[in-house]
Nanobody
């Protein structure tokens, strides 16, 4: 059974930093593409960043230069380093794994709140 578990969400002040972690099990992690999404209250879930199985990284414009995505295949973990956080980054952040057969698996999400 595939399981993704996000952690690291917290309340942080504007300008602060957080590292989110996504721990995977039950999946050939090194063969997956990993994406981070977020969903703010009253808004649709949106893609934030992706790191492919070939280590290609992409980011949406709103977070480019502030967020970094990485992965550790030996630990079956992916990370989202978030710097210079803004109130508009407040959302529930989700990890998604896409397998070679294009099956998608989601975590339960972790809350990030940016507020003074």
């Amino acid at each position: 059974q595939v399981q993704l578990v996000e952690s690291g969400g917290a309340l942080v002040q504007p300008g602060g930093s957080l590292i989110l972690s996504c721990a995977a099990s039950g999946i050939d992690f090194k063969s997956t593409d990993i994406s981070w999404y977020r969903q703010a209250p009253g808004k649709q879930r949106e893609l934030v960043a992706t790191i492919t199985r070939d280590w290609i990284r992409t980011f949406v414009e709103a977070v480019a230069g502030r967020f970094t995505i990485s992965r550790d295949n030996s630990r079956k973990r992916a990370y989202l380093q978030m710097n210079s956080l803004k109130p508009e980054d407040t959302a529930v952040y989700y990890c998604k794994a896409t397998s070679l057969s294009l099956e998608n698996y989601w975590g339960q999400g972790t809350q990030v709140t940016v507020s003074s």
